[in-house]
C-alpha cells in the first residue's frame, strides 16, 4: 500500500507564501515523477507543476515564476513554494506520482499513480 500526505494549504492574503508538501510512504521500489494538480470549483482539474526523477520540471504558465516545485528523494516528499499568491491560484491542490512498488522479495512491482488527499488553498483579496 502506498499513501501520499499532503500539508501546508490555509489561508492567506494575496501577495504572501505557501509551501506545500506531500511525503509518499509505503512499500516504494522508485519514484518516477511527483507533481501537484489544483482544482477550483466548478472548473477542471489542471497540472500545476511536475518534477522528474531526472529532475526536469515543467509549470502552467499561469504560475512561472511565482511557484517552486522540488523534490527531496531521501524523504520521498515532493514540496510546492508558492510565493506572491493571486486569489485565482485558490483551489484544492492534489499531490501525484508515478510509484513503482517493490514486490516481497525486493524486486519492481507494478507502477501506476496514486493521488493525495487534496489541500485548500485559499487566498484572499
Known amino acids: 500500500q502506498v499513501q501520499l500526505v499532503e500539508s501546508g494549504g490555509g489561508l492567506v492574503e494575496a501577495g504572501g507564501s505557501l509551501r506545500l508538501s506531500c511525503a509518499a510512504s509505503g512499500n516504494i521500489f522508485s519514484i518516477n515523477a511527483m507533481g501537484w494538480y489544483r ?3 466548478g472548473k477542471q482539474r489542471e497540472l500545476v507543476a511536475v518534477i522528474t526523477s531526472g529532475g526536469r520540471i515543467n509549470y502552467v ?3 512561472k515564476g511565482r511557484f517552486t516545485i522540488s523534490r527531496d528523494n531521501a524523504k520521498n516528499t ?3 513554494q508558492m510565493n506572491s ?3 485565482e491560484d485558490t483551489a484544492v491542490y492534489y499531490c501525484n ?3 513503482t512498488t517493490r514486490t516481497w522479495y525486493s524486486s519492481p512491482a ?3 499513480t ?3 488527499q487534496g489541500t485548500q488553498v ?3 483579496s
Open 78 to 80: 515532493v514540496y510546492l
Open 110 to 112: 507494478n507502477t501506476q
Open 114 to 116: 496514486y493521488w493525495g
Open 61 to 63: 504558465d499561469s504560475v
Open 39 to 41: 482544482q477550483a470549483p
Open 122 to 124: 485559499n487566498v484572499s
Open 85 to 87: 499568491l493571486k486569489p
Open 97 to 99: 506520482a508515478d510509484i
